[in-house]
Nanobody, 129 residues
Framework: QVQLVESGGGSVQAGGSLRLSCTAS????????MGWFRQAPGKEREGVAS????????YYADSVKGRFTISQDDAKNTMYLQVNSLKPEDTAMYYC??????????????????????WGQGTQVTVSS
């Protein structure tokens, strides 16, 4: 059974940093497309970043490029999202996602929430100005 457990969220001031973690169980993370989505109150879910570690490919939303970095430690079956230079508009619940169809990690489809079969419970990030 696939399970995703996020951690690392919290409350920070603008300009601060956090490292979000997603520990996977029930499958080998390096064989899946994995990523992060976020959802702020009253807004739709937004793709933040995706990674397919075996292919060395990553994708980012324009709003986070240069500030967020997605990575994966295959030995620990854990994915990370380093979030720097946080802004109040980054405030949201952040979700870890995974899907065995690695093709969805690429091109213009990586940020479609409906493509991902497995979701974690989320970790809250709150940024104050």
């Amino acid at each position: 059974q696939v399970q995703l457990v996020e951690s690392g969220g919290g409350s920070v001031q603008a300009g601060g940093s956090l490292r979000l973690s997603c520990t996977a169980s029930g499958y080998t993370a390096s064989t899946f497309c994995m990523g992060w989505f976020r959802q702020a109150p009253g807004k739709e879910r937004e793709g933040v970043a995706s990674i397919y570690s075996r292919g060395g490919r990553t994708y980012y939303a324009d709003s986070v490029k240069g500030r967020f970095t997605i990575s994966q430690d295959d030995a620990k079956n854990t994915m990370y999202l380093q979030v720097n230079s946080l802004k109040p508009e980054d405030t949201a619940m952040y979700y870890c996602v995974a899907d065995p169809r690695v093709g969805i990690c690429f091109g213009v489809v990586w940020n479609r929430a409906a493509n991902y079969k497995h979701w974690g419970q989320g970790t809250q990030v709150t940024v104050s100005s």
